[in-house]
């Protein structure tokens, strides 16, 4: 019987060592292909590739500038619309403290009052007070460029008439006119009347020509600006009121309406308070019943 035997085990020879990949032959680069072009066309076509590459270029920056997605100087401003005043006005909102204000708070809980000489502005807003008596409202109107512009006349309109806020009246006592001339409107009347009025102490410091009492018309320009105080006053009314001047210029007509930034100014009789109250400059309060 034939012996089984392995088949004989043949032993690998050496392999051999993989290919290493080789690397593609670098072409030309966009930029080096584009100029070989631009090399290639006449004088005539490398001027027509420039334009055109500058025309796009334009377009594609004034695209992505208009959706903010390149930062860029601001858009130019609006045009001036045409139908706007030819002057601007700047408004200041005064009050003087010895005309005091009313407050609605009751009594026990409304803020210690400031010494006489305190800062009775601060604490009047903080106890929401409403301005009593008289309102002192100063606006300068100024042209916006050489054009002459003149003012014709004023006029003072009470949008809203309360009856006199209750409440306590507080204010420092003493005080006396602040300003040298002035118009005053008396809103317990309709339409208000007005009444020009100066304090004439001390009126040789003032200029020449705010010496006189207000009379329209008056004329400005941008070089020439014009400073107007109207006082609001009142006994019987809780007012909301507002400054009307009419103006002409360059044939044209208009009328401007003066307020507190879009809202009307506010001033309060102080008939309706039950209780008076008056720091005198000893720092003594001193309060009575209305």
Not at 94 to 116: F, K, L, M, Q, Y
Request: glycine residues 10%; hydrophobic residues 40%.
């Amino acid at each position: 019987m034939a012996e089984a035997r392995d088949a004989p085990v043949e032993t690998p020879g050496p392999t051999d060592p993989p290919a290493e990949p080789r690397e593609p032959t670098p072409g030309p680069r966009p930029s080096e292909r584009l100029r070989a072009l631009l090399r290639r066309l006449s004088p005539a076509g490398r001027w027509f590739a420039g334009v055109l590459a500058a025309v796009l270029t334009t377009a594609l920056t004034a695209w992505l500038l208009a959706w903010g997605l390149l930062p860029g100087n601001p858009p130019p401003p609006p045009p001036p619309d045409p139908d706007a005043p030819p002057f601007t006005v700047a408004v200041r909102v005064g009050h003087e403290a010895a005309d005091g204000w009313v407050v609605e708070t009751p009594w026990a809980d409304v803020p210690a009052r400031p010494g006489w000489a305190g800062d009775w502005g601060a604490w009047s807003r903080e106890a929401a007070g409403v301005p009593a008596a008289r309102q002192h409202v100063y606006f300068t109107v100024q042209g916006v460029d050489e054009a002459q512009v003149t003012l014709t006349d004023l006029r003072v309109r009470v949008v809203a008439r309360r009856p006199a806020l209750l409440g306590v009246f507080a204010a420092p006592g003493g005080g006396g006119p602040s300003a040298y001339r002035w118009v005053e409107a008396d809103l317990d009347e309709e339409p208000p009347a007005l009444t020009a009025g100066m304090f004439r102490l001390g009126e040789q410091s003032m200029p020449e020509h705010e010496r006189k009492e207000i009379r329209f018309p008056y004329r400005v320009s941008v070089t020439d600006a014009e400073t107007f105080l109207v006082v609001g006053h009142t006994e019987r009314c809780d007012c909301d009121w507002r400054i009307e001047v009419d103006w002409a210029s360059r044939g044209r007509v208009g009328t401007v309406t003066v307020d507190d930034g879009g809202r009307p100014f506010r001033v309060t009789g102080s008939t309706g308070a039950h209780l008076h109250c008056r720091v005198l400059p000893d720092e003594v309060e001193r309060c009575e019943g209305a």
